[in-house]
Every structure is written in C-alpha cells, then in structure tokens.
C-alpha cells in the first residue's frame, strides 16, 4: 500500500516561509518521481512542483518559480518543498504525489494559510 503522508503545514505570515515534507512508503521511492500540487480554497488544482526519481531535474510552475523549491532525499524516502516569501494566494491544501509521472499516487494533503 503506496503512503504519501504530507506535514508542515499552518498558519504564515505574508512573506514568511515554510518547509512541508512528505514521507513516502509503500513504493520505491528512489524510482519514483515527486511532485507537489495545491488546491486554493474555491479553486481547481494547480500543479507546483516537480522532481525527478534521481534529483537531476526540477520543474515549477510559472506562480511559484523562484520562490518555491522541491527537493528530495538521496538515501531517505522524503520530499520536501520550500516556500519562500509566501503570498496571500499561496493559501491552499498541498499534495504530495508520486509515481513515474509523480501524480499517481496522492497523499491527503497539509493546509497552508498565508495571513497576517
């Protein structure tokens, strides 16, 4: 049984940052392709990230590229996303994914709030 298990979220300050993580079992995770994808309150899903299975390639989308980073363990089974400089429309429920396309597998996601 595939587990994507996402923590880190809360309550930001516009501006501020946050890490979210996502714990991966269930799968090979060395082989597998991460991403990240939001869903704003009221609104559609919107991917946000991308990783691939060994790292050599990282893609974003245009909203949150220079200001978010996806990263992955080597030798562990995480996935993390930095936000940086975080902004009122950040809001929104994230999603870890995985699989060869990193969006076959989903994980129930982790609220983040950007208010002041």
């Known amino acids: 049984e595939v587990q994507l298990v996402e923590s880190g979220g809360g309550l930001v300050q516009p501006g501020g940052s946050m890490r979210l993580s996502c714990l991966a079992s269930?799968?090979?995770?060395?082989?597998?392709?991460m991403s990240w994808v939001r869903q704003a309150p009221g609104k559609g899903l919107e991917w946000v990230a991308t990783?691939?299975?060994?790292?050599?390639?990282?893609q974003y989308s245009d909203d949150v590229k220079g200001r978010f980073t996806i990263s992955r363990e080597i030798t562990g089974n995480r996935v993390t996303l930095e936000m940086n400089n975080l902004k009122p429309e950040d809001t929104a429920v994230y999603f870890c994914?995985?699989?060869?396309?990193?969006?076959?597998?989903w994980g129930k996601g982790t609220l983040v709030t950007v208010s002041s």
């Open positions: 269930g799968l090979t995770f060395s082989s597998a392709t």
């Open positions: 994914g995985a699989g060869q396309s990193g969006l076959e597998y």
């Open positions: 990783i691939l299975s060994d790292g050599s390639m990282t």
